[in-house]
């Protein structure tokens, strides 16, 4: 095996390394609470030393900052793969957000919690402005779309961050319920409310005949 190779190969396995890191962390966040997780418990569950965490990640903060931008870059993704060039793809991309934002509730939750903790004071700055930048493109995707099915004459003539941000709230309260005590005791089928809430929101909005 030649020295590039070999580089290449190091370079692939620090970076599975580093996405096994994220995995296990995100997992132990949302069974124990992020407060009471330590990088100690997390190099534990990925089967590696302590310092060996530090390599790849400086603070807590990074690790926060990493799972929640991951996370706005898997719905980057969802949308890359859908073709807006069809009206019956922009309303799949209506779908998508909603079954993207409602599909894990718990995960949601998390990156909830964290976002009121460390998008004013954090050590990593330049992360969460690339974490601002990946919502505001994927915000730009979605304004697109609203824009041209106002335009098709399909939506309220309202500015469009009208729609996404009722779209944001309906899945937002959809999260809070799942997690309340109260109201979840009330909730039989979580699946069968969530594809109910999903339909309401691609409905939502919609001009009246």
């Keep these: ?14 970076r599975r390394r580093e996405e096994d890191i994220l995995e296990r962390a995100q997992e132990l966040f949302i069974s124990h609470g992020e407060e ?36 706005e870059t898997e719905l980057t993704e969802v949308f890359n793969k859908l073709d807006d060039g069809e009206d019956k793809d922009r309303a799949r991309l209506a779908k998508e957000y909603f079954s993207f934002r409602m599909n894990d509730p718990k995960r949601y939750a998390l990156f909830d919690r964290l976002e009121h903790k460390l998008t004013s ?19 730009d995707k979605l304004i697109s779309v609203v824009e041209s099915r106002i335009t098709e004459g399909k939506l309220q ?15 937002h309260g959809a999260v809070a319920l799942y997690h309340s005590k109260f109201y979840q005791e009330f909730i039989d089928d979580k699946d069968g409310f969530f594809d109910f809430l999903a339909e309401i929101g691609i409905r939502m909005g919609n001009k009246r005949k």
């Design 121 to 139: 004071t954090t050590s990593c700055p330049e992360l969460v402005e690339k974490l601002h930048e990946t919502r505001a493109s994927n915000m």
């Design 157 to 171: 003539d309202v500015p469009a961050y009208f729609h996404v941000f009722a779209a944001w709230a309906l899945a």
């Design 36 to 71: 009471k997780v330590t990088v100690e418990m997390i190099a534990d569950a990925v089967g590696i030393g302590k310092g060996t965490i530090y390599k790849h990640f400086e603070t807590k903060d990074e690790i926060y900052l990493r799972l929640m931008i991951r996370y």
């Design 1 to 14: 095996m030649s020295d590039l190779q070999k580089a290449s190969q190091k370079a692939q396995e620090f």
